[in-house]
């Protein structure tokens, strides 16, 4: 099985506004897969009904082959989840709430000693929760979507507001992860996160999917200059076009030594979506 999550024509109403419009996308297996969108845009809803937390009123869809609303017991001890909220008991000890769902998951206890070396909060597994720092409970929460040794992980904004270490252990925690195969799902608002993390990206944007693609080539799309920009070492720019015709100028350079820097002119990833929805993927209007 390819395919670890289909929707098809999924649509959602709250309170008779359309929160999610017709999305149709794939997941396929082994893949880390990016939700990205403006504040408000759909994300968080969507990954309660891919978890069966809430249901579509029209449309499919399917988590490892299942209806996502006739998911079994099985297929939840299959499924990661890292929310908005961590789903972390505070007045618990570190080491406890990843005992607590040692049991639950029935996993050997040792693998808690294991797992929070491997996310460098051993040293605090006695602290309460409640006395963590933001960035700890990011680690843990994410540890907790680990425990099961999931087939998927949907990890709901994992680095918001990180320092950028952390945010970097919790890359190289997801990159291992998917070295693994297991497939993931994430939102972000974090353009290089998507970029250098994502095998494909779905850009959501109220409630609709307005742009689906790797990262580079949704960046190559949106490139209508198609130049290339250099930049001298005395300072001087001068833009060519991307095609044969400015090879011997740039062979000549190259041979003299004269390149401080060359850049194609395609946008940033960060670009094409402010240009798609008129917003920045924080949320401002
Ligand atoms: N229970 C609810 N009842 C009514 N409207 C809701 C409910 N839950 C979410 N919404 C609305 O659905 C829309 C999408 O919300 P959602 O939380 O999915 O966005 P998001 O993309 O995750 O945003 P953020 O990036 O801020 O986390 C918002 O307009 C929100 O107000
Ligand atoms: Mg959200």
Redesign the pocket.
Known sequence: MGDMIITKNLSLK??K?Q?LDNITFKVQRGEIFGML?P???????LIKILTGQMQQDSGYAELLGRDTKKLTALEHKQIGTMM?SFGLYDRLSVYDNLCFYAEIYHVPRNSVDHILKRIHLYENRRTAVSKLSKGMKSRLSLARALMNHAKILFLDEPTSGLDPVTTREIHCILAEQREKGTTIFL?T?NMYEAEYLCDHVALLNKGSIVEYGVPMNICKKYDHLNKLRITLKNGEMTILENSAASALLVKEYLEENRIEAIHSTEPTLENVFIKLTGKELG?YE
């Not at 504040?39 to 809803?45: C, E, V, W």
């Open positions: 709250l309170a506004h929160i969108g504040s408000g845009a759909g994300k968080t809803t908005e939102t608002h949320g």
